[in-house]
């Protein structure tokens, strides 16, 4: 095996200490002795234990947390048919349909929203909420879809159809274990946009329901205390520990060097 | 699984999801972040037999949107007085039955029967903060800045020596209102010739601000960073608990200019969709007793305008001016009225171009 350039290590090592630098410096000052946070006073746990007893802020984690797993679910389920339809049917509405969800600015799609479930009735609360994010989540699981799909063989599946297999058989034994990558990407995408979304949350959420960043966001003018670093590094622990046992669960789920 | 089981399946689940969470009676309060004492919650939870259920905003606009787009379900609101108007004039608010009110008589008259809401039918004070001078005291006299004028964040004669150790608040009405007052007129004035002079006297002391900053100046300040803040005067008032509590050396202190300053006062109004105007109406005459006012005063540093909270509130707070305005402060305050659309285009014009000038 030639050996790899310097450079290219340089680089890499850059791009991941881009990515990881940020993360790791909210988990280091979430132990700063310090109400502020602006520089590093002492070693503490003093935020973990204030958290602890902070029934609001884990309220709204755990609202968080429910929220984003709902809407991850659900809209990988619509999103990934959303995807299936796409590829195979070239219908022309579809697409606008589908996709238009992610063109649309936040701002707009959250008033229309909330003006909807009013109109409806709906009492704004967790489902309303839930709601709306399915709703945004569904364009984007399926532009992943749709992409995994376009370098799929289709005669993978044809073949399947003439060995016998009904068309949900070899969906459910050809396109889907094939398409997996794709449609984890999409959930995980779809998570990550649900936990940290704020405009669209901010207008469906009713009373008493409040999500982490409209916590943090309403914290801003008074000063963010280590708390919230506290609560992001649990948050962020739970997020890799789902990845880390879904990659053990299933080795080749998040790899897309498989053939296809 | 069959389709009726499903069905029922279906139906349980939301059935499970629409029932309430507690049987106990709620209120519901709209707020902003840290304005209120826990232990003035837990007190109130104790007397009503309810639970108070918070959810905040973090500026008036975003509470205007989200009610006038139709949100429902919140008791009591926390608007300041500019809003309040908006709220009473788009028919938001419910007034308020004053006899199941009394202490409204420990408010200060002087804070009761404003332009905004006349009679007080819709509203009555909570909680105000002043928009004034914050400054580094060690630093400050240093230099030998002055401290009781707008002249010192506007005159390039000062700034000079201060050139990238002051923020300014990144609001359009806040500053321009400051630029006002120092050149003379009211916070009010709606005159465009006087607009442009305030806007030209912003862009003559641009060059010499670190920033625009509505957010972190409280960090700045306590960390010695900046040395002069245009700001308001809990977030001042908090800066300096942090920076005592850091044990700096220095500390950080409240400057009234003498021109003048915005006044910003928060009410208590009911919403008109409130589920429970009774415990509403319990929670607002609550707020009054001037021993659970005053407990929002000691913790983050606001003004009171309840006569009755004074003698609950610690004394280093009763004697700042920018918290307790005595009279002949108090009446050069102003509280700022709102715009109309075309006066708010032109601010918005002039605004644009602070912010792009060099």
Partial sequence: MRRQSPWLWTAALAAYAFLYVPLVIVVVYSFNDSRLNAEWVGFTLDWYRKLAADDDMLAAAGNSLLIALTASLVSTVLGTMAGVALHRYKLRLLPILVLAPIAIPEILMGVSLLIFFVLLNVTLGLVSVALAHIAFCIGFVAIVVRARLAGMDESLTEAARDCGATPARAFRHVTLPLIMPGVVAGALMAFTLSIDDFVITFFTAGAGTVTLPLLIYSMIKISVTPEVNAVSTLLMLLTLLLIVVAAKLSPTLLRSDREI | ?358
């Fill in chain 2, 1 to 358: 699984m069959n389709a009726r089981a499903l069905a029922a399946a279906v139906l349980a689940i939301a059935t499970f999801a629409a029932a309430p969470a507690h049987a106990k009676d709620q209120l519901h309060l709209y707020n902003w972040n840290n304005y209120i004492a826990p232990e003035t919650i837990k007190r109130f939870e104790g007397v009503c037999q309810c639970e108070v259920v918070q959810t905040y905003y973090s500026d008036n606009e975003e509470l205007l949107a989200k009610l006038a787009a139709g949100a429902k379900g919140y008791d009591v609101l926390v608007p300041t007085s500019n809003a309040v108007q908006a709220l009473i004039r788009g028919g938001q608010l419910k007034p308020l039955d004053k006899t199941a009110i009394p202490n409204i008589k420990n408010v200060d008259p002087a804070y009761l029967n404003t332009p905004f809401d006349p009679g007080n039918q819709y509203s009555v004070p909570y909680a105000m903060s002043t928009t004034i001078l914050g400054y580094n005291d060690e630093k400050m006299k240093e230099l030998g800045l002055p401290t009781d004028s707008w002249a010192v964040i506007f005159d390039p004669k000062y700034l000079e020596k201060v050139k990238g150790r002051v923020t300014v608040l990144d609001s359009a009405n806040e500053l321009f209102a400051a630029a006002l007052k120092y050149l003379g007129y009211s916070a009010n004035d709606v005159d465009p010739k006087h607009w442009d002079e305030a806007a030209a006297a912003i862009k003559k002391a641009k060059p010499y601000w670190a920033a625009f900053n509505a957010s972190s100046y409280i960090k700045e300040l306590t960390v010695g960073n900046i040395w002069l803040v245009h700001g308001y005067s809990n977030d001042i008032f908090q800066a300096n608990l942090d920076a005592q509590a850091a044990g700096r050396k220095f500390r950080i202190l409240q400057g009234v200019p003498k021109e003048g300053a915005v006044l910003a006062v928060d009410n208590m109004v009911i919403h008109k969709s409130a589920p429970r105007p009774d415990l509403a109406l319990r929670f607002i005459n609550f707020m009054l007793e001037g021993r659970n006012s005053a407990e929002l005063t000691n913790l983050i540093g606001s003004g009171n305008p309840n006569m009755d909270a004074m003698k609950y509130i610690k004394p280093e707070l009763t004697k700042l001016p920018a918290v307790f305005p005595p009279k002949d402060v108090q009446a050069k305050l102003e509280q700022l009225k709102d715009l109309t659309v075309a006066q708010r285009r032109l601010r918005n014009k002039l605004w644009t171009e602070i912010k792009a000038s060099k």
